[in-house]
């Protein structure tokens, strides 16, 4: 897919299994910056929300949480709000390397959700979406399933609003783009304990 005129927008969110303090999640903690230097180095990374207070990019406006933090006895969770050039640069990230090796050990981590981990959007070039925004997708997407306004790699749609079948090839070919470039983080995610 190449459209320029827009970026690919994903929100995630999850509840930890304990404080970010607690000894079960130090595996996390210590794979968060490795996790958001790999993406700063994958093809098709546009740029990502910093956190108020924590040292990196600025923050997308105050950050908030969808509806399912309420009651879960956390005042924050872990989520995060990026934009990729297309849904092909964004998969290839996920699915390997040093993401994928996180995603393999999140159950250590993450309790089991009852909502969507994720929720995909396209804003126009040159905009990015706020947290406020990014919640309100994921609890659109979980109140009224895939649509263009919010939608998963499952069922994907393109800018215009149209289903979007992912070039699963051209996944594979940056996947392999990309290993170059974080072999050196991904020897230090292997060398950690969960």
Not at 15 to 28: D, R
Not at 106 to 121: C, S, T
Not at 129 to 137: E, I, L, T, V, Y
Not at 150 to 156: G, I, N
Request: hydrophobic residues 40%.
């Amino acid at each position: 897919m190449t459209d320029t005129g827009h970026h690919l927008a994903i929100y995630n969110f999850g509840l930890h299994v304990a404080e970010e303090t607690a000894p079960e999640l130090q595996g996390f903690v210590r794979r968060e910056p490795l996790n958001f230097a790999a993406a700063e180095r994958a093809s098709g990374f546009v740029g990502r929300s910093g956190y108020k207070g924590v040292p990196g990019p600025r923050s997308w406006g105050p950050q908030v949480f969808p509806r399912y933090i309420e009651g879960s006895g956390f005042g924050s969770a872990p989520s995060s709000l990026s934009l990729w050039k297309d849904i092909e640069s964004l998969m290839a990230f996920c699915y390997a390397g040093v993401h994928a090796e996180a995603l393999k050990n999140a159950r250590a981590w993450n309790q089991k959700g009852y909502w969507p981990p994720l929720v995909l959007w396209w804003v126009a070039a040159g905009r990015s979406p706020d947290w406020q925004q990014g919640a309100g997708k994921l609890e659109w997407l979980d109140d009224h399933g895939s649509s263009a306004q919010a939608f998963t790699f499952k069922q994907a749609f393109d800018p215009d609003g149209e289903p979007y079948s992912i070039d699963r090839d051209r996944v594979k070919v940056l996947m392999a783009e990309n290993a170059p470039g974080q072999a050196d983080l991904l020897v230090q995610v292997n060398a950690m304990p969960v």
